[in-house]
């Protein structure tokens, strides 16, 4: 299956600061990629999905301006967390799909394990 | 939003016994898939299952579908202490690969 490299798997920042988070699809290129969050023992909420050379499509609730999110190569998407805040803490993870079809499973980075203080 | 609930919560067994999980969801769907999550991980995809499909079986895993009842269950067989972990359904939204998931079960596997 395809390989999603994360990073960094976990960073401590500051409030006010901004942190970026890398998603690679190591052995795939991939024109879409999804970006999840996941509070402690719940599930992932689906925050975003990144469209290589164009804008991303944000889900309802989720600010594009707070969360922003470039997909400027074909393995290669990040998502940038602005003047992150301690409610901004949350485990973040991206996914590609193999194929451009619903009918194929996604595959997962390891996840991105942010805390604001 | 979730598209689906899982049921139970959290389910705690001895190795060797079987793990079934149970998964309602409440849209007409093209299919059904199951993914795992160790601790603190990101997810690992186990088995897809489309909607004209009733039962698949991987190794020691089975998963049912019922399109009546909008459900499907997924059974592990001899469980692991290794097997511990949160497993999760998901469905895609119509037309496009967005995966939606459920509320997870968290299972626990005692040696």
């Known amino acids: 299956g395809a390989v999603v490299s994360q990073h960094p798997s976990w960073v401590i920042c500051k409030s006010g600061t901004s942190v970026k988070i890398e998603c690679r699809s190591l052995?795939?290129?991939?024109?879409?990629m999804f970006w999840y969050r996941q509070f402690p023992k719940q599930s992932l909420m689906l925050m975003a999905t990144?469209?290589?050379?164009?804008?991303?499509?944000?889900e309802q609730g989720v600010e594009k301006d707070k969360f922003l999110i470039n997909h400027a190569s074909l393995t290669l998407s990040t998502l940038t967390v602005t003047s992150a805040h301690p409610e901004d803490s949350s485990f973040y993870i991206c996914?590609?799909?193999?194929?451009?079809?619903?009918?194929?499973?996604?595959?997962f980075g390891n996840g991105t394990r942010l805390t604001v203080t | 939003s979730q598209q689906g609930e899982e049921d139970p919560q959290a389910l705690s067994i001895q190795e060797g016994e079987n793990a079934t999980m149970n998964c309602s969801y409440k849209t007409s769907i093209n299919n059904l898939q199951w993914y795992r999550q160790n601790s603190g991980r990101g997810l690992v995809h186990l088995i897809l299952?489309?909607?004209?499909?009733r039962e698949k079986h991987s190794g020691r895993l089975r998963v049912t579908l019922d399109t009546s009842k909008k459900s499907s269950s997924l059974l592990i067989t001899a469980s692991r202490a290794a097997d511990t972990a949160s497993y999760f359904c998901a469905t895609p939204t119509r037309d496009t690969d967005k995966l939606i998931f459920g509320t997870g079960t968290r299972l626990q596997v005692f040696p």
């Open positions: 996914s590609v799909g193999r194929m451009s079809s619903y009918n194929s499973p996604l595959h």
């Open positions: 052995d795939f290129q991939a024109t879409t």
């Open positions: 990144s469209n290589e050379g164009s804008k991303a499509t944000y």
């Open positions: 299952i489309r909607s004209n499909e």
